[in-house]
């Protein structure tokens, strides 16, 4: 056992997981947390907890950890690489772990661009590879980055961070072959489970799992497939048309277009996707990427058969 | 080289509120090259500013002249006399220039006709990149000749993020993804190997995080 999390355990006891996301308030509205935290509790073995996602200011994902984990969730926290630096981020993994948080999810995080303060600097001290590494090497080596151990004095005892860590892989990104290779660092710095970006183009995503499995990838971390409900077609065109690194099939918008009941047709189309995903070697659960729509996530994961949801054994 | 840009002329005029004598003084160098700061643009700066203070029923004076360089304290010093009964200088050098000009006459003030934007070269006619960011610890040999710190959005070292596609930066359709011509040219120098070990997290103090920076050239000092 790395960490301890639930989320390690459940994976070490071979349970298809399920995990989801929470998105924290963009102001300062406890309830909203709690809220969404009841909806989730009992749905998703583990919650990711976004960092300031599309570069939009919230509630820090370790302040919405702590108040998820309060209410029963089991927090997966994302750290991006865009608003810190080295050591405001190994400072934030103390933070997080003394406040009880036990995975950490690496990224490098959207430019700052996309969000709703473009003027401001980014940070990119390290990069998501990098972040894992110093992770893995605070926990595995009991060091800080620059090498010094991590404890108050030279009397007193070792007390580091042990955080099971985890990383995102997109499949779709260019350039196509390098995104294994990609892959193939994360894992060798020290990721214990993969989330990918979220998958609509099914072909193109066997490809890279096939290329996954025939390297034994799926052998040295566990891959969560990214899958995302969708509202509308006109939710899939926007994504195609303007989010970078998305592959999503004209078919599929279709059959949102001429659904009757779109947000059923998406709900529909998320359980068939998780479904398929089961049959893909190598594949240990699915994320749910249901971005501000965390209603449907209960839905979902009774639909695709995946409720209830699993308990830890006893040791 | 640095490639600079002329800010506003609105910007400028505000500047030079309530001053008499005026001089503009251009660089033959980096920003005479790139269409910013040379004699011409001295030429049309000051006419520009001469109209504008007309209109403003102003009685100012605006003068010219261009050095060879603006970054050297000596050809700087060259400027004694032409810079005698003016009370304020405007420089059209880069943010060097405008500093060795302030150094170099400490009593009067200097303010900056151009913003300083980059270091790079002409890619084509009228168009200037960005291909250095002067990080004082080179490593072009590692990734093909192509720097990730100045052309990746991100200075990411360890290959492209999920937001590449078709060779383009996730931030805008018209930036191409440094890492996607990372990985095309290691692909064709055959050393896409190379790819697949991790770069470790790099020492920013030699960049500008490290406070001011000096190169000191023992062999070379008097």
Redesign the interface.
């Known amino acids: 056992m790395k960490a301890g999390s639930r989320l390690e355990k459940l994976l070490n006891q071979g349970e298809f997981v399920a995990t989801a996301e929470l998105g924290p308030p963009k102001s300062a509205d406890i309830q909203l947390i709690k809220k969404k935290a009841s909806i989730l509790r009992g749905f998703a073995d583990a919650v990711n907890i976004t960092d300031n996602q599309t570069a939009i200011v919230r509630v820090s994902s370790i302040a919405a950890g702590k108040i998820a984990l309060d209410e029963g969730l089991e927090p997966i926290i994302q750290m991006t ?2 608003d810190r630096n ?1 050591l405001a981020m190994q400072a934030d993994v103390l933070g997080a772990y003394v406040l009880g948080l036990r995975n950490l999810l690496c990224l ?4 700052q ?2 969000g709703n303060h473009p003027q401001s600097k ?1 940070v ?7 972040l894992v ?2 992770c893995k090497n605070m926990r595995d080596e009991k060091v800080f ?1 620059c090498g010094e151990e991590i404890r108050n004095t030279k009397k007193s005892d070792i007390i580091e961070p042990r955080m099971f860590l985890g990383v ?3 499949p ?4 196509f072959e ?1 995104r294994v ?2 892959l ?2 994360k894992i ?2 020290g990721a214990d489970f993969v989330q990918t ?1 979220c998958i609509f183009d099914l072909p193109k995503f066997k490809t890279f799992m096939q290329m996954v499995t025939d390297q034994g990838l799926h052998e040295k971390v566990s891959i969560l497939a990214g899958v995302m409900p969708v509202k509308s077609s006109k939710v899939l065109q926007y994504m195609k048309n303007n989010v ?3 592959s999503i099939p004209d078919d599929l918008i279709r059959r949102m277009e001429g659904a009757q009941d779109a947000k059923a047709e998406g709900a529909k189309i998320c359980v068939e996707m998780i479904h398929k995903m089961r049959e893909i070697p190598g594949i240990k659960g699915v994320h749910i990427m249901a971005v501000e729509w965390e209603e449907i996530v209960p839905t979902i994961v009774k639909d695709a058969g995946l409720w209830p949801r699993p308990e830890v054994a006893a040791e | 080289m640095i490639v600079a840009e002329q800010k506003d002329i609105t910007e400028i005029v505000k500047m030079i509120e309530g001053c008499q004598n005026i001089l503009v003084i251009g660089c033959d160098t980096c920003v005479t090259v790139c269409l910013a700061g040379g004699a011409k643009e001295v030429a049309i700066l000051a006419s520009g500013l001469r109209l504008a203070l007309k209109v403003q029923g102003k009685e100012a004076e605006v003068h010219e002249t261009s050095i060879e360089r603006q970054c050297e304290k000596e050809f700087v010093d060259a400027l004694k006399s032409a810079v005698k009964g003016h009370d304020l200088l405007i420089s059209t050098g880069c943010g060097i220039g405008v500093q060795t000009i302030a150094e170099q006459f400490p009593s009067l003030p200097v303010i900056p006709a151009l913003n300083t934007k980059l270091l790079g070269l002409p890619e084509k006619q009228g168009v200037w990149v960005e291909r250095c960011q002067a990080c004082g610890q080179c490593i072009l040999d590692k990734t093909g000749g192509v720097c990730p710190i100045s052309r990746c959005s991100k200075s990411l070292l360890n290959g492209p993020c999920g937001g590449s596609q078709n060779g383009k930066c996730e931030i805008n359709k018209d930036i191409d993804c440094g890492w996607h011509l990372i990985y095309e040219r290691l692909k064709a120098l055959n050393r896409l190997e190379s790819l697949a070990e991790i770069m470790p997290v790099k020492n920013w103090s030699t960049s500008r995080d490290g406070g001011p920076r000096k190169v000191i050239r023992e062999d070379m000092c008097l």
């Open positions: 690489c865009r080295r490098s995080g959207d430019h661009s996309f980014n990119y001290d390290l990069d998501s590879i990098q590494q110093m980055q995102a892989s997109n779709f990104g260019d350039p390098f290779v990609r193939a660092k060798k710095a970006q970078a690194g998305m």
